[in-house]
């Protein structure tokens, strides 16, 4: 840090040398034996002493310098008045305005200025221009001239406040309708985000960059919104998807703001606070001053969330007196769904909305998109711990078109107060519930983990993007990516469906009691370390019906539920439970009120189970009805059908059955894999036969009427399964094998060809090359090395194919018949041409060599 | 009897008018071979993009127009536009049907230049042909690009140096040379200035290198006095603070093409040896371009032969300069020498640095063609010094070799004429579309919005819709590869027989909706699969 030689004129130690000496060598002591340390922030300032002094010798007070605390143990304040209208006394509050006075903060009093502000009124406005340090050296460069404050640390204010009410002291409530004016790319003030541009790129240049506003609309005295927008063309124009050039905070509960208790001197000025603890609207709005550095550190009202209210960050800039688009997090926007004012929302609602031809749609599409896109995590606390437990995200193309009106513009959106109708009410093509069974606190309901439609989780990874929102829901692909939402971190559980279609509804599962996503195609729970619950829903209806324990990849039991029953393999035990208790206890859309919150809470509590979610026997127990055990059993390839459902039962000799169950009957008695069919009404059971395929029919269909080489034909074999067992996963291959010794082998997997059914395959082929080829169809090919002859092979064709379109020379001279064959001729007369051009070289040549071979002497010398 | 073969001499000029209009001739009609041979739509992804930058030039009559400047200078653009203010012919027309024979005047140019390095009439003539048979070149200065420009002002700029450095006639006629030459170095880097750039660096090189030979010589070296020395290292030096000052001070869009590339590396390599980035791979080149690589090495053995004799050359004038031969060199001679070195140093150089992987991937070698505009001439000197101690006219041997000579010239001129234009005969890199295209994606530009169209394996129509600004203004986007995003399908004859010459399969199309059809140019929709589908 620079010091001063002395921080005030000369004039004035001649006038008062023996009293300042004193002073200066009181503080000195204290100032050597105690370490200067930033007050806690709450402190109010503290005056030790007033002093005042006429700078010119005109007889008129000029200078008054407050000895205080405010920032460390001794700080110091010097107010130079600016229009000759300052007064005698000793208190700072009577002998100082905030009109015409230019106000200078010495930190420490060691003759450094930190902040300088400088009170103006200028027609019916008040106006404050700030200066902080701008060259990260601690303080804030200025001179005095003859009572004149001239400051050279910049041409440029930092910030300017402006006010139509006249400022106020500290302590005082101040509730003006502020508009704050920073000139400088950092906003200073909540959620403005990132510019992403270098610290040595700053812009003190003159130019207002971002304008924010606080505004009472209804003009009862409190502040209603907030709002900070970039202005200036060079951030405007920024595309970094990390700068928010709109920012508006609005309350919904009009509550009376607290007034800071340790302003300094003014009533906006404060030092730096811990923000994140406050809800945005608690206090008043400020200017908020790191003494350490002399640098102003936040603006505006400070606080974040809230717990009623919502906030808008928006990448696209705003403008006055309009109605604009926002994007982005419009709205994010908190509930108090306990009704219990306690400063926590217990519903979170995060909108993050793409426009038509958004310039911040993900990588590679930015402003290409015509569609609009809208993301919803709607988050709460069911137990009112203050950690969000659930979360549905929802993903729909809509576009926000509603108008939210403020007094001075508007934006298009949705208005808070029918955000959460607005989300139940309407039909969502994606959808995903996640329960965190370890949950925590967020800002911002719960993001920082689980899945969203721009984020999966796969190989312990987040992975950004999916492929939800930036390619399946834009149409860019043909399959959604499940892929990436096979996995979930620890502790957490997520369901989707990603053809939804519906409105967001839950339910409470009669098995597991755990809340699931009514329509959820698949789901996992990730209980520890390789260890996992995953959930499918194989006949396609609203809800789950198969559970899977898996360690380490291994399934190791497995509950079906299909046609009022319940059938569990685990542990050499098969159960089959009836119930004619439906799949769910309850079904709901989430809960979206205090109501809603209460009795979902009451129907979890009410259907509490001391039973882990993974073990299935004890879950079934609690289920009552008729079953059947077969101990040392074991049963696989359970699917539905469609009147009931189907397994295989194998039947161990020895092993123990009991059953209460009616219309089954008794099982046979002879060791063997047996088929178990259920078909609604009756059982059946018969002799498992092993799988046998075929092909039944194989056709290759040409795009024209003939198969052509280079050109595309549609493979299709028809694979029959003779056997009544499924073969599940199957692997198909089909190898092409070419005149010229060419291999090109297609496979695929087909899921499943049902016992005593049939599945048809699909491939499509282009053959690189005309003659003779042979196609073979088999199965399991991968096995063996050649992609043929480990399987069984199921087919074998031969087919002979001729060049449909074979490019000729004449073709390609006429190049199709454009062009005359008479370019041939051209062609070669332009070599004749070249040709002449050699022979004329050479008889120019050759008459000079003839010339010059009879001239030899003469001419030695000489150059051509 | 006296040996005539030792101390034969020329003793009659060579009648130069006659053969410079004949070989005017042939140049002229190449260019209308060339656009005869496609109809017109012998298309190049530089000709089509300066012809768009150049009617940006004509509509806004600024030198940096606000819908696109080239980014490497404006000369040619200023040019089309002279023209077309001139003529009243729009630039798409002077630039499909004159630019390409405005070749011509580099046969003049070229002609004077070979003389004043050579000192010989009879080489320079002949060197002329040659570099109009050098498949490269032609392609280079045919196409409706700012080559042909670059090229005339080059060769100029390395007379004037040569004339200049000859010169004896006192201090103001030098003046006048020497201001003549800044006049053309300036225009030179005004047309390209990465071409200018690596051309005056090559200059200096060639200088730098003059300095060593003393060194090495084994005799009084004393071609050209210092004080030409330090006047030439001046030519340098002020010529790059020309490059400097149009980089920084006249010509933003030049140093944005400088920032856009990768790596300081890549900068400082394409401001010094012409290094550019091409988005493509060239030593994959061969192999996807030609049906074959002995065809490739057929078409290009001109290159060879002048790469080989001018080595050669290059090694006999060497010994001239440092060695104990008696023979003195003419400063001409002596300039062809140090700029053949020079060239092929920064040749090799930028190639070492290349497979090094000091450069980016994409970017390319493009110094090759300064060093076959120098090697030609110094390739016929060393021919046609060879053919006369071969002996008179009269012996079998000199008569022999000249026929060969002159028997190779409509050979090398069939063979550049097929590499040139890449002649589908032989290629199959086709750079040619056909009118029922052109509707097809007239059609296609007409009917859609907001997707994505897949219109070639390559650039050959991906170039006229890059270049169509309602493209991209109606969003639509073109691809490469057939993948999910591609809607829409363009496929037409010529892909057929392109796709079917490389033996390559084309999209398929088996189950799309056939939606557009003019008898050899269709349209495929791809069906879709999820309701977010178009």
Redesign the interface.
């Known amino acids: 840090m620079k010091n001063k030689p002395s921080l005030l004129p000369s004039a004035i130690i001649h006038l008062k040398l023996p009293l300042m000496l004193l002073r200066v060598i009181i503080l000195s002591i204290l100032f050597l034996i105690s370490t200067p340390s930033t007050l806690a922030s709450s402190t109010p300032i503290i005056i030790t002493e007033v002093t005042q002094f006429d700078i010119d010798g005109d007889g008129v007070i000029s200078l008054t310098v407050v000895d205080c605390v405010f920032a460390t143990e001794h700080d110091r304040v010097l107010i130079y008045d600016q229009n000759r209208n300052m007064l005698t006394g000793n208190r700072w509050e009577e002998i100082t305005d905030f009109q015409n006075d230019i106000w200078i903060f010495d930190v420490g009093a060691d003759g450094t200025a930190q902040l300088i502000i400088d009170f103006e009124v200028e027609g019916d406005k008040y106006i404050a221009l700030v200066y902080d340090d701008i060259d990260e050296n601690g303080e804030v460069a200025y001179r005095t001239l003859g009572g004149q404050v001239i400051i050279e640390e910049s041409s440029y204010w930092h910030v300017k406040v402006e006010s139509s009410q006249a400022w106020t002291h500290a302590g005082d409530q101040f509730n003006p309708q502020l508009t704050y004016f920073v000139d400088g790319y950092e906003g200073l003030g909540q959620g403005v985000g990132n510019t992403g541009m270098t610290t040595q790129e700053a812009g003190y240049d003159g130019i207002v960059d971002w304008q924010l506003n606080i505004g009472d609309g209804d003009y009862d005295g409190i502040n209603d919104y907030q709002l900070q927008r970039a202005i200036s063309p060079i951030l405007v124009q920024r595309s970094n998807p990390a700068l928010h050039k709109s920012v508006i905070f609005s309350q919904v509960i009009s509550r009376q703001p607290t007034v800071y208790t340790d302003t300094v001197f003014w009533s906006l000025l404060i030092g730096k606070h811990p923000y994140e603890d406050y809800r945005y609207f608690d206090h008043t709005p400020v200017i908020a001053v790191d003494w350490e550095r002399g640098i102003i550190d936040r603006i505006g009202i400070l606080g974040f969330p809230i717990e009623e209210g919502y906030h808008i960050f928006s990448r696209l800039p705003l403008e006055k007196h309009t109605t604009n688009t926002v994007n982005f997090e419009n709205p994010m926007a908190y509930f108090d769904m306990a009704n219990d004012q306690d400063g926590w929302p217990e519903l979170q609602v995060r909108f993050d909305a793409a426009v038509p031809y958004d310039p911040y749609f993900p990588f590679p599409y930015q402003g290409?998109?015509?569609?609009p896109n809208l993301e919803v995590n709607y988050s709460w606390d069911q137990d009112n711990d203050n950690r969000w437990d659930y979360k549905i995200n929802l993903g729909a193309?809509y576009p926000l078109d509603e108008v939210v009106e403020f007094p001075d513009f508007a934006i298009k959106s949705v208005p808070y107060d029918t955000l959460v109708p607005w989300v139940k009410n309407h039909t969502w093509?994606v959808a995903m519930l996640v329960f965190d069974g370890r949950p925590s606190s967020d800002s911002e309901g719960m993001f920082g983990k689980g899945w969203m439609m721009f984020r999966g989780y796969a190989d312990g990874e987040s992975i950004e993007p999916s492929g939800v929102k930036n390619e399946?829901?834009?149409?860019?692909?043909?399959?959604p990516p499940t892929e990436n939402y096979q996995d979930i971190q620890v502790g957490m559980r997520g369901e989707y469906s990603f053809q939804y279609f519906a409105t967001p509804r839950i339910y409470l599962s009669v098995l597991d009691r755990q809340l699931h996503l009514l329509g959820a195609q698949s789901g996992i729970w990730n209980l520890d370390e390789d260890h996992y619950l995953r959930y499918a829903n194989l006949d396609g209806d609203a809800y789950l019906d198969q559970w899977q324990e898996e360690h380490n990849g291994i399934v190791v039991q497995q509950v079906n539920y299909s046609h009022g029953f319940f059938v569990y393999i685990g542990n050499n035990n098969v159960l089959l439970k009836q119930t004619n208790i439906p799949p769910a206890l309850i079904e709901s859309q989430p809960p979206g009120n205090y109501e809603e919150w209460q009795n979902l809470d009451a129907q979890l509590r009410l259907s509490q189970t001391a039973s882990s979610p993974n073990d299935f026997l004890s879950l079934l127990d609690e289920i009552s009805g008729p079953e059947m055990h077969i101990q040392g059993a074991t049963l696989r390839d359970f699917r539905p059908t469609p009147q009931g459902f189907r397994f295989i039962l194998e039947l161990p000799s020895g092993y123990i059955a009991r059953s209460d169950l009616e219309n089954l009957g008794s099982l046979p008695e002879t060791a063997g894999n047996y088929l178990v069919e259920y078909d609604g009404n009756e059982w059946s059971i018969r002799i498992a036969t092993p799988p046998s395929l075929h092909v039944t029919d194989f056709q290759l269909?040409p795009?024209d009427s003939e198969m052509h080489a280079?050109?595309?034909?549609?493979v299709e074999a028809i694979v029959r399964n003779d056997g009544l067992e499924d073969v599940d996963d199957l692997l198909i291959c089909t190898t092409f094998d070419g005149p010229d010794g060419q291999q090109l082998v297609m496979t695929d997997t087909v899921a499943l060809i049902p016992g005593g059914g049939e599945r048809s395959i699909g491939w499509?082929w282009?053959p690189?090359?005309d003659g003779n080829w042979t196609i073979v169809v088999a199965t399991n090919c991968a096995e063996s090395e050649s992609g043929e002859g480990q399987g069984e092979i199921l087919l074998r064709e031969a087919v002979t194919l001729t060049?449909g379109?074979?490019?000729s020379?004449q073709?390609?001279?006429t190049?199709?018949g454009?062009?005359?064959p008479m370019?041939a001729v051209?062609?070669v007369?332009?070599?004749?041409?070249?040709?002449?051009?050699?022979?004329?070289?050479?008889r120019?040549?050759?008459?000079?060599?003839?010339?010059?071979?009879t001239?030899?002497s003469a001419?030695?010398q000489?150059?051509? | 009897m006296?040996n005539?073969r030792a101390?034969?001499?020329?003793?009659?000029?060579?009648?130069s008018t006659?053969?410079l209009l004949?070989?005017s001739?042939?140049v002229v009609?190449?260019g209308?071979?060339i656009g005869?041979?496609?109809?017109w739509r012998w298309q190049d992804g530089d000709a089509l993009l300066l012809t768009q930058l150049s009617e940006n030039v004509f509509i806004e009559s600024q030198l940096i127009p606000s819908a696109g400047a080239y980014a490497f200078g404006y000369a040619y653009q200023a040019l089309n536009t002279f023209l077309a203010h001139l003529t009243g012919y729009s630039v798409t027309s002077l630039q499909t049907y004159v630019q390409p024979f405005l070749v011509v005047l580099l046969v003049p140019v070229a002609y004077i230049t070979y003389h004043a390095f050579t000192?010989?009439?009879?080489v320079a003539?002949?060197a002329t042909?040659f570099l109009f048979?050098q498949s490269e070149f032609i392609f280079e200065s045919l196409r409706s690009s700012h080559a042909k420009l670059t090229w005339i002002l080059a060769l100029t700029m390395l007379f004037l140096l040569a004339r200049s450095l000859r010169q004896r006639n006192g201090p103001t006629t030098l003046g006048s040379w020497v201001i003549a030459f800044y006049l053309v170095a300036f225009a030179l880097i005004t047309s390209s200035v990465f071409f200018s750039s690596s051309y005056f660096v090559g200059i200096g090189f060639a200088f730098l290198v003059s300095r060593l030979i003393p060194r090495f010589s084994q005799k009084q070296v004393s071609f050209i006095a210092p004080t030409e020395w330090r006047r030439l290292s001046y030519i340098v030096l002020s010529c790059l603070i020309l490059v400097f000052i149009f980089l920084f001070h006249v010509y933003p869009p030049a140093l944005n093409q400088v920032n856009t590339l990768n790596t300081i590396v890549d900068q400082v390599v394409s401001l010094l040896l012409g290094v550019e980035d091409t988005g493509t791979n060239p030593y994959r080149y061969i192999g996807v371009t030609w049906i074959s690589s002995e065809i490739y090495v057929i078409l290009t053995s001109l290159n060879y032969l002048i790469l080989g004799i001018s080595f050669a050359g290059w090694l006999n004038l060497l010994r001239q300069i440092i060695g104990r031969s008696n023979k003195e060199v003419n400063v001409g001679r002596l300039l062809l020498a140090l700029f053949y070195t020079s060239f092929a140093a920064l040749l090799a150089i930028s190639v070492v640095l290349d497979l090094a992987g000091a450069l980016s991937a994409n970017m390319q070698v493009r110094i090759f063609p300064h060093l076959m505009v120098v090697a030609i001439p110094l390739a016929t000197l060393t021919l046609?010094d060879a053919l006369r101690t071969l002996g008179?006219?009269q012996n079998f041997r000199y008569r022999t070799g000249?026929a060969i000579?002159?028997?190779?010239?409509?050979?090398?001129?069939?063979f550049s004429?097929i590499k040139a234009t890449n002649d589908?005969?032989f290629s199959h890199q086709w750079l040619?579309h056909?009118?029922m295209e052109l509707e097809a994606l007239e059609w296609t530009k007409s009917k859609l919005?907001?997707t994505t169209v897949w219109v070639g394996p390559d650039d050959r129509l991906r170039t006229l819709v890059r270049l169509d600004s309602q493209w991209r203004s109606q969003?639509i986007?073109e691809a490469y590869e057939a993948n999910?995003?591609v809607r829409y399908f363009l496929l037409s004859?010529?892909m057929?027989?392109?796709?079917?010459?490389k033996?390559?399969?084309?999209p398929?199309?088996?189950?799309r909706l056939h939606i557009y059809d003019n008898g050899?140019a269709e349209l495929y929709y791809r069906r879709?699969?999820?309701?977010?589908?178009?």
Do not use: C
């Open positions: 290409t998109i015509e569609s193309n093509d399946f829901l834009m149409g860019f692909s043909d399959l269909n795009y280079l050109e595309w034909v549609a499509q282009s690189e090359t060049y379109r074979p490019t020379q073709w390609l001279l190049l199709g454009g062009v005359s370019i051209l062609f007369l332009l070599a004749g041409l070249s040709g002449t051009l050699g022979i004329l070289w050479y120019e040549s050759q008459v000079m060599a003839e010339e010059s071979s001239n030899l001419n030695h000489r150059s051509n | 006296p005539h101390t034969l001499v020329i003793t009659r000029k060579f009648s006659p053969y004949l070989l001739l042939y009609t190449v209308l071979y005869l041979r496609f109809n000192g010989s009439r009879v003539a002949l042909l048979l046609v008179s006219h000249m000579l002159v028997l190779a010239v409509p050979l090398f001129s069939a004429l589908p005969l040619f056909s009118a919005h907001n969003g986007a999910a995003e004859d010529i057929r027989a392109q796709a079917s010459r033996g390559d399969a084309l398929d199309i088996w189950s050899t879709t699969a999820t309701p977010y589908q178009r």
